[in-house]
């Protein structure tokens, strides 16, 4: 009897026990989704407590960060990416990368040309270049397929990135990206040589 009871006391403890880890679930999302909503706030503090939490709560935390960084039109977008592209950099998050590609340089300072820069000085000036170094190596596959689409100041900066990373993928995606212009130039050279035929006829 005492056997059966114990079992029985088992069994009912493993039962709450998983309820309790199953309404924990919804839970911590709700309270990153509340986060994520005070990210778009227009009070400093209000954003710098809620990215502490949602740095806290992990890689959980990640799809509704990427959201945040992907989504242009939400209202309050320029406060609220900046510190959701810092957390998904220290979380190393390679969702975000497509995202972060197509926004170097978004709203960028007037600071000058990119070129003669160091890697500090655009880190501190574009939340997106800095989360890309930060993410690292895993970053490389989405700044190499988005590098033929940039344009050229982007485009520098996503160099910049790779050369930051300073992996063998990325070096390969940045010689994948010079035989692309290397193309281009010879297409180009190519219709140039057709204005002196058109010209000449």
């Not at 690292?136 to 990373?165: E, N, Q, S, T």
């Not at 692309?180 to 190519?190: E, K």
Request: include cysteine; charged fraction near 20%.
């Amino acid at each position: 009897m005492a056997l059966i009871y114990r079992v029985a006391l088992l069994a009912l403890c493993a039962f709450f026990g998983s309820v309790a880890a199953y309404s924990s679930e919804p839970n911590e999302q709700q309270l990153a989704k509340y986060d994520i909503d005070k990210l778009y706030s227009d009070n400093a503090n209000t954003r710098s407590d809620a990215a502490r939490r949602l740095a806290a709560t992990g890689p959980s935390a990640v799809p509704l960060l990427v959201r945040v960084v992907c989504d242009r039109a939400k209202s309050h977008f320029d406060v609220a990416w900046p510190v959701a592209a810092k957390i998904l950099g220290d979380l190393k998050a390679e969702a975000a990368a497509p995202c972060l590609v197509d926004l170097l340089m978004y709203e960028y300072p007037s600071i000058g040309p990119v070129n003669g820069k160091s890697d500090e000085t655009l880190a501190a000036a574009d939340p997106a270049f800095a989360a890309l170094m930060r993410i690292g190596d895993p970053a490389v596959h989405a700044i190499k397929r988005r590098l033929p689409f940039l344009g050229p100041d982007p485009a520098i900066m996503a160099m910049r990135v790779l050369r930051a990373i300073n992996t063998p993928s990325a070096r390969q995606a940045l010689e994948a990206y010079i035989k692309v212009l290397q193309d281009q130039v010879r297409v180009a050279s190519q219709i140039l040589r057709g204005f002196d035929e058109k010209s000449g006829g």
